[in-house]
């Protein structure tokens, strides 16, 4: 069964405090990788795509790689503005895009 | 600002009520999706619009009845809905559904209470 997990559930950062979040997948034939930002009560942001293990992209203090199971977002020296959910999705062979839990980071001043 | 444009924000009613969600979009995609999402949790997908065709229903209850008039509009029928179906509901498109074209681009959603 296509599954997406994303850890951890919370993260709390102070400001300038860099970390990961990590996407972990288990999919039958991955067609791409994509991490999106929800802020409160508004649809999900696109961040990035990744379709392949190596790959890497970057947007400002985000950046995103991908392996062959996983992925992970590093936020480096983060922003109170960075406070969001951020969620991973991936989209499989049948053509669906399946989201992830996603991780909910807040960032202190 | 989004260029995927959701209607109405706010929707309340009863369960015996008769309402529609909409969504356009003018980028020229060709797949159009609709997500229900519930409070902290991730979306979930409803259905897939290919080339205005229903291409993915994931098994939604028939009090939900999509509609794709054409290309850019995708609306979401509701009727006698229970209170559990609140939540928000969105919208997204993306180029199509074939190959590797993935990133959504969503609305931003139409908040339904169903009392």
Not at chain 1, 49 to 63: D, H, I, P, Q, V
Not at chain 2, 76 to 97: F, I, K, M, V
Request: a neutral charge.
């Amino acid at each position: 069964e296509d599954q997406v997990t994303q850890s951890p559930e919370a993260l709390r950062l102070q400001e300038g405090e860099s970390s990961s979040l990590n996407c972990s997948y288990t999919v039958s034939g991955l067609r791409g990788l994509f991490w999106y930002r929800q802020d409160p009560g508004k649809g999900p942001e696109f961040l990035f795509t990744l379709y392949s293990a190596g790959e890497e992209k970057e947007k400002e203090r985000l950046k995103a790689t991908l392996t062959k199971k996983e992925s992970f977002l590093h936020i480096t020296a983060p922003k109170p503005e960075d406070s969001a959910t951020y969620l991973c999705a991936v989209k499989t062979s049948y053509d669906k895009v399946i989201f992830g839990p996603g991780t909910s980071l807040s960032v202190i001043p | 600002d989004t260029e995927v444009t959701q209607t109405p924000k706010h929707l309340v009613m009863g369960m015996t009520n008769k309402k529609s969600l909409k969504c356009e979009q003018h980028m020229g995609h060709r797949a159009m999706y609709w997500y229900k999402q519930k409070a902290k949790k991730p979306p979930e997908l409803m259905f897939v619009y290919s080339y205005e065709k229903l291409s993915i229903n994931e098994s939604v209850p028939s009090r939900f009845s999509p509609e794709c008039p054409n290309s850019s509009l995708l609306n979401l029928h509701l009727h006698a809905l229970q209170p559990e179906d609140s939540a928000l509901y969105l919208c997204a498109s993306n180029l199509g559904t074939g190959g590797a074209s993935g990133e959504l681009f969503f609305g931003e959603g139409s908040r339904l209470t169903v009392l």
